[in-house]
T-cell receptor, first 118, second 114 residues
Framework: GAVVSQHPSWVICKSGTSVKIECRSL??????MFWYRQFPKQSLMLMAT?????????EQGVEKDKFLINHASLTLSTLTVTSAHPEDSSFYIC??????????????FGPGTRLTVL | GENVEQHPSTLSVQEGDSAVIKCTYS??????FPWYKQELGKRPQLIID?????GEKKDQRIAVTLNKTAKHFSLHITETQPEDSAVYFC?????????????FGAGTRLAVHP
């Protein structure tokens, strides 16, 4: 099956700093990638959708200036949490899809990044 | 907006019993319904999915049923084993902007006791 990697797997940072998380599709071209946030014992909440070569589409309530998304190639999307605060501590998971492959919504998930902001 | 409701939130069964998790969705245009299993600290793993042109799909001990009229779909696990213990999420596809995104249910924590 399709493989998606994420880096780093965990990160601890000080309040006010920025953190970049990378999501890579290793064996297929991902025209669309999704970024989710998952708080403990909660579901996956979609933050934004990024399409290669265009601006990301953010879900309601997600600050686009705080969560910067770049999808510069068909295999890489990055999420930058700017000026992180303790309330941003969460499990961030990306997924990748290739609608052009004829699927109806299959998403392949990365292993997640646990962010802890002190 | 679109939403997916999932029940129950927790489910405890004895090994060998069956487990059923139910979801309802709101968008009648949804046409793809995956189920994910997530262990603590791990990524969601797709265990089975069903498309809107099919009413039932089975893969060994796991089956999914879909009722498009009622906008319900269910996950059935038979002969449960302790290793089935995890959190299970249902999802429904939502079309928009030229791509399909998934809306997830709140999750069901399944505990299988030996």
């Amino acid at each position: 099956g399709a493989v998606v990697s994420q880096h780093p797997s965990w990160v601890i940072c000080k309040s006010g700093t920025s953190v970049k998380i990378e999501c890579r599709s290793l064996d297929f071209q991902a025209t669309t990638m999704f970024w989710y946030r998952q708080f403990p014992k909660q579901s996956l909440m979609l933050m934004a959708t990024s399409n290669e070569g265009s601006k990301a589409t953010y879900e309601q309530g997600v600050e686009k200036d705080k969560f910067l998304i770049n999808h510069a190639s068909l295999t890489l999307s990055t999420l930058t949490v700017t000026s992180a605060h303790p309330e941003d501590s969460s499990f961030y998971i990306c997924s990748a899809a290739n609608p052009l492959a004829g699927g109806q919504g299959e998403q392949f998930f990365g292993p997640g990044t646990r962010l802890t902001v002190l | 907006g679109e939403n997916v409701e999932q029940h129950p939130s927790t489910l405890s069964v004895q090994e060998g019993d069956s487990a059923v998790i139910k979801c309802t969705y709101s968008d009648s245009a949804s046409n793809y319904f995956p189920w994910y299993k997530q262990e603590l600290g791990k990524r969601p793993q797709l265990i089975i999915d069903i498309r809107s042109n099919v009413g039932e799909k089975k893969d060994q001990r796991i089956a999914v049923t879909l009722n498009k009229t009622a906008k319900h779909f269910s996950l059935h696990i038979t002969e449960t084993q302790p290793e089935d213990s995890a959190v299970y999420f249902c999802a429904a596809s939502i079309r928009g902007g030229g791509y399909n995104k998934l809306i997830f249910g709140a999750g069901t924590r399944l505990a299988v006791h030996p």
